[in-house]
Nanobody, 119 residues
Framework: QVQLVESGGGLVRAGGSLRLSCVVS????????MGWYRQAPGKQRELVAS???????TYADSVKGRFTISKDNAKNTVTLQMDSLKPEDTAVYYC?????????????WGQGTQVTVSS
């Protein structure tokens, strides 16, 4: 069993910052790509940023230059630093991880954390 637990969401004014963290726990052999998606009301879930075990990170065009994703492989943790937040960043943010357990390679999701940016 694999669990993803997110923290760090909340309410912030436009121009402010928030830091999201996600810890992966359970019967893990290794984690691969990890990332963050978000879903605003009435919209489809979209990729915000992802980071592989090695190689380049990927960002949505809308967050480039404002958000930074980082990963601690030893702690199975992925963090999203969000600066210069805008009202349009308001959404539920979901952590994602591709994980190898003792049984399979599978994708897992967190329960989501609300980020609200006021104007």
């Amino acid at each position: 069993q694999v669990q993803l637990v997110e923290s760090g969401g909340g309410l912030v004014r436009a121009g402010g910052s928030l830091r999201l963290s996600c810890v992966v726990s359970g019967t893990i052999v290794s984690t691969h790509t990890m990332g963050w998606y978000r879903q605003a009301p009435g919209k489809q879930r979209e990729l915000v940023a992802s980071i592989p075990s090695s190689g380049s990170t990927t960002y949505a065009d809308s967050v480039k230059g404002r958000f930074t994703i980082s990963k601690d492989n030893a702690k199975n943790t992925v963090t999203l630093q969000m600066d210069s937040l805008k009202p349009e960043d308001t959404a539920v943010y979901y952590c994602y991880a591709r994980v190898t357990t003792y049984y399979a390679l599978s994708d897992y999701w967190g329960q989501g954390t609300q980020v609200t940016v006021s104007s």
